[in-house]
């Protein structure tokens, strides 16, 4: 199992920055994509940013420009700074994980965080 614990939420006004963290640990192989996503009141779940193993990114066209992601596979962990934050910004963010368990079973599963609420607001 991995557990991902995330971190960094608030309110900011707009304009602001907020950085989330989430920390991946428990018994996994490897970590192949770790992104970010969120999900609005009363709208589907998105995507945020996602980051591969090789540090390739790909992003949502509305955060392009003012969102960066980045992993550190060293810790595990995967960040997302958040930059001249809007309104429209105000969401849940759950940090997502596709990891190989062991290096005996091929398959990827994926892991999410609880969720962080962040609020953008003046």
Same mark, same amino acid.
């Given at each position: ?8 939420? =608030?309110?900011?006004?707009? =304009?602001g920055s907020l950085?989330? $963290?989430?920390?991946? /640990? =428990? ?20 995507l945020v940013a996602?980051?591969? $193993? ?15 992601? /980045? ?30 368990? /062991?290096?005996?079973? /091929? ?14 607001? $003046?």
């Amino acid at each position: 199992q991995v557990q991902l614990v995330e971190s960094g939420g =608030g309110l900011v006004q707009p =304009g602001g920055s907020l950085r989330l $963290s989430c920390a991946a /640990s =428990g018994s996994f192989f490897s970590l192949n994509v770790m992104g970010w996503y969120r999900q609005a009141p009363g709208k589907q779940r998105e995507l945020v940013a996602t980051t591969t $193993s090789g540090d390739s990114t790909n992003y949502a066209d509305s955060v392009k420009g003012r969102f960066t992601i /980045s992993r550190d596979n060293a810790k595990n962990t995967v960040s997302l700074q958040m930059n001249n934050l809007k309104p429209e910004d105000t969401a849940v963010y759950y940090c997502n994980v596709n990891c190989r368990r /062991s290096i005996f079973d /091929s398959r990827t599963y994926d892991y999410w965080g609880q969720g962080t609420q962040v609020t953008v607001s $003046s």
